[in-house]
């Protein structure tokens, strides 16, 4: 029988090339994930302050009441603020674009929450299924930088977020995923590459709900 020690060398041994194979595999992911954000026309530092005034935000809906951040989702590009889901009141609606607007780095908020019962598990699905064939549909269009996109969908309704190049990069874009079969509506919030807004200014006051 081998000694402990020599037995602890021996499955050391046996470890280190998994280890190895599992080290790779996340600097790789790491490396793909780096690569991915130099691509966008948002700089990494946008990018951090997205992730971190999307943290705060959600922080806040967690807080909030009528159960809004079960029910609401977000997304942050450069500061603007995108709200979807079902609510069961207008209360809650509000409540929802109030907390948007009182987080620090928002400036613009886009409110497409609607006062309904929640959807169905299979509804869900079927959105999340949706919204795979629409990444896919850009991602084969090589007149589109679809790495500045971010995509989500609700009730068929798809809402395409994010950058475009030019004016013909966005009508391609809005056309492609209109001629997706399910796709009952296209919601195009894309914001041209050289668009005043992407400007870093100071966030604005709440002028009312967009």
């Known amino acids: 029988m081998l000694a402990p020690r020599v037995l602890g060398l021996a499955l050391l041994a046996l470890a280190i090339p998994a280890l190895s194979a599992c080290m790779s595999v996340a600097l790789v992911g790491t490396a793909a994930t780096v690569a991915t954000a130099a ?3 948002r700089s990494i530092g946008d990018q951090i302050n997205d992730v971190a005034t999307k ?4 922080a806040r809906l967690i807080q909030g009441e009528n159960d809004v951040y079960t029910n609401v989702n977000t997304t942050v590009l450069e500061g603007r603020v995108y709200l979807r889901g ?12 109030r907390i948007a607007w009182r987080t620090p780095g928002v400036r613009e908020v886009h409110n497409d929450i609607v006062v309904a019962e929640a959807s169905s598990l299979e509804a869900s699905a079927g959105d999340t299924w949706l919204a795979g064939q629409v990444r896919y ?5 090589a007149a589109i930088k679809d790495v500045n996109y971010t995509i989500a969908a609700q009730d068929r309704v798809v809402y395409l977020m994010g950058i475009a190049q030019d004016d013909s990069e966005r009508a391609l874009a809005v056309e492609t995923v209109r001629a997706i079969e399910g796709v009952a509506e ?5 914001v041209l590459k050289n668009d005043p807004r992407r400007v870093g200014e100071a966030p604005g006051s709440p002028p009312g709900t967009s």
């Open 55 to 58: 943290t705060d935000l959600n």
């Open 86 to 97: 079902k609510v069961e009141s207008e209360d809650a609606r509000d409540e929802a674009v």
């Open 39 to 41: 691509r966008e026309e």
């Open 186 to 190: 296209v919601v195009d919030y894309l």
């Open 137 to 141: 549909a850009l991602l084969d269009k």
